[in-house]
């Protein structure tokens, strides 16, 4: 058995960075049944962001209902809001009395976070990582499905799980980041930045828009102008010719013209999204950019056709909803009150 364990901020719809950074693979991994998964939507997180109470309520309604959408399914996976698990805040406090302030003050999201919102540089920013290592360790999790900005915060889970077991015996397993293949997203209109819903809704394409709206939003997409990309396509990926991989902060590729990564951005997107004989359509000559838009565009539209339907008939039965979470929370309980039991005992306040 493995227990696999990942949470969601709900910081607004799923897009489809999101499907593709981490949700596609707490599908592939909910289908195994060797493993046992935990997901949960993280609202103690997302606090930390200073939302008003009605876009708390609000978000975590939709996303759940966009996680049973997608095909989380309740019988499968334990699915739950974390803060209807009160051992996560619990354990979280124990923790962050044997976690170094100056491992937090380094964490580049951190960094990042209190740049971004400077007028709300909370405690709860700083300790997050801190309520994570606590998400997962509480479950004893040991594969944690994430987007690769998540890999230094498990790195500190390790950490504090291994602090913890040195100094109280050994308690905790050290959970490793699961990884998807796919790169990262990039921004339709700024694509040198990750697509984020902080950067516009221009930018992201949601899973539940409409067809209609991710044409508008793909036709908008930053590309250059010549149909000329160093490009190779092997019959199942893209690639660009010359650079390893996705532009990433930091490397040369982010200092390809950001045309050239938007483009290249479009043809990763197809390739998950398209089917072959439409990948090979662009392979070679000049790519004509109208066609690829809309094709891409009526690529996602389609995969996501369930979804949308699906999602629409979730959100007219919030009692239903309501229920899943209910026992997914009850679920998670009776675990994660027994570590939070077995680790007063350790710490001498049971
Ligand atoms: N920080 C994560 C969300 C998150 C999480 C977790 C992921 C909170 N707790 C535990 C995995 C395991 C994010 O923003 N993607």
Known sequence: ???????????????????????????????????R??????????????KPASEMRENTRVIAA??????????????????????????????????????????????????RQSDNINAGLLTYPVLQAADIVI???????????????????RNIARWFNNRYGKTFAEPKPVL?????VMSLTAPTQK???????????????????????????????????PVTYDGKRWSLIGHSGVPRSGTIESSLPEGIIGAYNLLKLLEVFGTAAENRRFANGAISYRELKETLAAAISG????????RAALLKKPSAIEKLLA????????????????????????
């Open 1 to 35: 058995m493995t227990t696999i364990v990942s949470g969601i901020q709900p910081s607004g719809p799923l897009h489809i960075g999101n499907y593709l950074g981490a949700l596609r693979y707490w599908l592939k991994l909910q289908q195994d049944s060797k493993n």
């Open 37 to 50: 998964c935990y997901f949960f939507i993280a609202d103690l997180h997302f606090l930390t962001q200073g």
């Open 66 to 115: 966009e996680l049973l959408a997608l095909g989380i399914d309740p019988k499968r996976s334990t699915l739950f809001v974390q803060s209807r698990v009160p051992g996560h805040a619990d354990l979280g406090w124990i923790l962050n009395c044997i976690t170094p302030v100056a491992e937090l003050t380094r964490m580049t999201q951190y960094k990042d976070k209190a740049g």
């Open 139 to 157: 479950y004893n999790g040991t594969a944690v499905p994430v987007g690769e900005d998540q890999v230094q915060h498990l790195e500190l889970t």
């Open 180 to 184: 998807t293949p796919t790169p990262r």
């Open 195 to 229: 697509m984020s819903k902080s950067l516009g809704e221009k930018n992201v394409i949601g899973l539940a828009d409409e067809p209609a709206m991710i044409l508008e939003k793909v036709k908008k997409a930053v590309t250059e102008s010549t149909g000329k990309v």
């Open 303 to 310: 995969h996501f056709a369930n979804f949308r339907a699906r």
């Open 327 to 350: 026992a997914g929370a009850k679920r998670a309980s009776a675990v994660a009150c027994k570590t939070v039991d077995e680790v007063r005992k350790k710490v001498g306040i049971s």
